[in-house]
Structures are given as structure tokens and as C-alpha cells.
Nanobody
Framework: VQLVESGGGSVQAGGSLRLSCAAS????????LSWYRQAPGKEREFVAS????????EYGLSVQGRFTISKNNDKNMMFLEMNSLRPEDTATYYC????????????WGPGTQVTVYT
């Protein structure tokens, strides 16, 4: 499965962005799609995940209450609505796919850059 992120850009602190992740190839019911981010010099950080079948969602502590993950099964797409953005949200955002019983990811997109300025 190939994943491609889009929707990144530059936004002022307090603003919003909506990221998209388009998947080519079938996403199976037992898959989980996730958003991770990585800032320069930092480790990749979990942002949010959504189970493709059940829609169960999980969020990283730093984004809870500000970001919302969603999906469109018919279009094979996942989204990340980001509100109340902060400069510390600046990073490259990646979408990834794994099987629900695995901890490792089978596929990653190339990433999309999000820059939040004051």
C-alpha cells in the first residue's frame, strides 16, 4: 500500500490545518492508520491513530483536545484536523499503516511539512 500525505503548510499560532493521507491499494479491516510527526533533531512522535474497521481512535498526550483524526473508508483516505496549533507542532507529519496486532509499520508516506509561526 502506498501512502501520500498532503495539506501541510505554514500557519500562524492558533490557526488550523487539515492533513490528508491517501492510500493506494486496499486497506484491510484489520489495519490501523496513524499519524506521526518528527521535528528536526527529535525522535518520531506518535500523534494519533484510527482503526480502519472499528474507527477506534487514540491520541498522543500533546495533541489531545486539539487534533482530530478521521477516515473515509470509501475513498481510502485518512485525515488529521489540527486546531489551536502551536509552534511546537512544527514538524514533518507522516501517515503509516500497520496491522492491528503488530507494533511495526508496514508502510509510510513521504511526509508533509507543517510549520507554525508566532
Amino acid at each position: 500500500v502506498q501512502l501520500v500525505e498532503s495539506g501541510g503548510g505554514s500557519v500562524q499560532a492558533g490557526g488550523s490545518l487539515r492533513l490528508s493521507c491517501a492510500a493506494s491499494g486496499r486497506i484491510l479491516p484489520g489495519n490501523v492508520l496513524s499519524w506521526y510527526r518528527q521535528a528536526p533533531g527529535k525522535e518520531r512522535e506518535f500523534v494519533a491513530s484510527i482503526a480502519w474497521s472499528s474507527g477506534h481512535t487514540e491520541y498522543g498526550l500533546s495533541v489531545q483536545g486539539r487534533f482530530t483524526i478521521s477516515k473515509n473508508n470509501d475513498k481510502n483516505m485518512m485525515f488529521l484536523e489540527m486546531n489551536s496549533l502551536r509552534p511546537e507542532d512544527t514538524a514533518t507529519y507522516y501517515c503509516g499503516r500497520r496491522v492491528v496486532c503488530d507494533t511495526s509499520y508496514a508502510d509510510w508516506g513521504p511526509g508533509t511539512q507543517v510549520t507554525v509561526y508566532t
